[in-house]
């Protein structure tokens, strides 16, 4: 199968959620973001960072449920919290995916080890179609949580990424809605991310 056999079009980097099933029968939902594929018939890439979750559930069930979702309290929880669920789909999802996950590669950077996916489409659905808007709130809280998945990885600055994340916070609460504003205050909350310049 190929990525056009996707539900949505995908372009870059697209983030997402993926719900992977554990040893203990519950679905653990993660951030994932999805690499599309450069040239037409390559298929879409993932790449998993350290001993999550995902990559061990990768490997054992050989795949999961991609979803997309525009609400942003569910990809604090992915990204942030440990969160597990009697079944794949998200309320808020969009449209899902299931696919089967092929690792093709693997390496290591500064101590930490990744492994990238290749994500083979098995069957999706579109639940509801709707209008894009543009929101630089939502587009923030999204960032924060790949900063703040970061803020342990000895590959990346740590200064660099408390910056950012002032930066995230301000632009939510200047361009955010409430959700927007509820979904960063987890996110600070579960993350302690104001704490680390004073660690």
Same mark, same amino acid.
């Given at each position: 199968?190929?990525? $056009?056999?996707?539900?949505?079009? *995908? ?9 992977? *099933? ?11 973001? *999805?690499?599309?594929?450069? /040239? +037409?018939? #390559?298929?879409?890439? &993932? ?27 569910? !990809? ?21 995916? $299931? ?8 390496? $290591?950077? +500064?101590?930490?080890?990744? +492994?990238?996916? #290749?994500? *083979? ?16 709130? !939502?587009? &923030? ?7 703040? /998945? ?19 916070? #301000?632009?939510? #609460? ?5 959700? +927007?504003?509820?979904? !960063? ?5 579960? /993350?302690?991310?104001? $704490?680390?310049?004073?660690?």
């Amino acid at each position: 199968m190929t990525a $056009e056999k996707w539900p949505v079009d *995908l372009r870059g980097v697209t983030e997402s959620v993926v719900a992977t *099933l554990g040893p203990n029968d519950l679905w653990n939902v993660a951030a994932l973001g *999805l690499h599309a594929p450069e /040239s +037409e018939g #390559e298929p879409v890439t &993932a790449t998993t960072w350290g001993n999550t979750r995902t990559r061990r559930n990768f490997h054992r069930q050989g795949g999961g449920v991609v979803q997309f979702t525009q609400d942003p309290r569910e !990809f604090v929880a992915a990204a942030a919290t440990i969160h597990e669920r009697e079944g794949p789909v998200l309320a808020s999802a969009d449209a899902w995916v $299931e696919v089967e996950a092929k690792q093709v590669d693997a390496g $290591e950077d +500064e101590g930490t080890r990744w +492994e990238r996916w #290749e994500l *083979l489409p098995v069957e999706s659905r579109v639940v509801r179609e709707s209008v894009p808007t543009i929101n630089r709130g !939502f587009a &923030a809280v999204i960032d924060a949580t790949v900063a703040v /998945s970061r803020l342990d990885v000895p590959a990346f600055d740590t200064e660099e990424l408390l910056d950012r994340l002032e930066y995230f916070a #301000e632009t939510v #609460e200047k361009c955010g809605g409430p959700r +927007e504003v509820a979904a !960063f205050e987890t996110l600070s909350e579960v /993350s302690g991310w104001r $704490e680390y310049r004073d660690g």
